[in-house]
């Protein structure tokens, strides 16, 4: 009943800027929770940032000060401002939206992901 669509990933230089947005499409009434993985090739699924309820933070130590995690409650959106992008960052990122209620059916949802490539 929730589709989440992530837009914004792209190739940039190490560096530079992207945006990453994620909306949780539907009669969405609430959204306990949502968020950012990513996954580098090789490596662990790693959480990059959540917001619960409205309670946003940037969790992963590593992009801390660079990433920025917000969320526009009325547009059922979550972004990602990513300054200073390293190589390392690059990989899939992968928004989800958790507890998300239409009515009073709630359930978890998961985007498809999106590329994110820094080059050297």
């Known amino acids: 009943q929730v589709q989440v669509v992530e837009s914004g990933g792209g190739l940039v230089q190490a560096g530079g800027s992207l945006r990453l947005s994620c909306a949780a499409i539907?009669?969405?009434?609430?959204?306990?929770?949502m968020g950012w993985y990513r996954q580098a090739p090789g490596e662990q699924r790693e959480l990059v940032a959540r917001?619960?309820?409205?309670?946003?933070?940037t969790v992963l130590v590593s992009v801390k000060g660079r990433f920025t995690i917000s969320r526009d409650n009325a547009k059922n959106t979550v972004y990602l401002q990513m300054n200073s992008l390293k190589p390392e960052d690059t990989g899939v990122y992968t928004c989800?939206?958790?507890?998300?209620?239409?009515?009073?059916?709630?359930?978890?949802?998961w985007g498809q992901g999106t590329q994110v490539t820094v080059s050297s």
């Open positions: 917001c619960i309820e409205s309670v946003c933070l």
């Open positions: 989800y939206a958790f507890g998300a209620y239409t009515g009073s059916i709630g359930g978890n949802y």
């Open positions: 539907g009669r969405v009434s609430k959204i306990g929770s």
